[in-house]
Nanobody, 120 residues
């Protein structure tokens, strides 16, 4: 089970940190990722982190502004979002998969979403 939290209403230029707590999986063996879906658009990849906590990947649209991290002692993955823009408004989903390449395309496990709204 993946439980995302931390969304809300944020002004443009502001910051927010999303968290995703997991249970029922051996967290340290799974790659973790974040996706988002804006109204009227398809869900898109945002960021991913390997189980080793070293390798990370980001969508071009968020590079330099968002940071994904994980705490294997807390079974939790985070997404620090800085310099937010109105176009970052979306429902954000956390995801998990044992295989990193699959994680970024079609992960096996999904959490419920958390809404992030960036006001201009």
């Amino acid at each position: 089970q993946l439980q995302a939290s931390g969304g809300g209403l944020v002004p443009a230029g502001g910051s927010v940190r999303l968290s995703c707590a997991t249970s029922g999986i051996t967290f340290s063996l799974y790659g973790m990722g974040w996706f988002r879906q804006a109204p009227g658009k398809e869900r898109e990849f945002v960021a991913a982190i390997r189980s080793n906590s070293i390798t990370t990947d980001y969508a071009d649209s968020v590079k330099g502004r968002f940071t994904i991290s994980r705490d294997n002692t807390k079974n939790t993955v985070y997404l620090q979002m800085n310099s937010l823009r109105p176009e970052d408004t979306a429902v954000y989903y956390c995801a998990a998969d044992h295989w990193y390449t699959t994680l970024k395309r079609n992960p096996n496990y999904w959490g419920q979403g958390t809404q992030v709204t960036v006001s201009s």
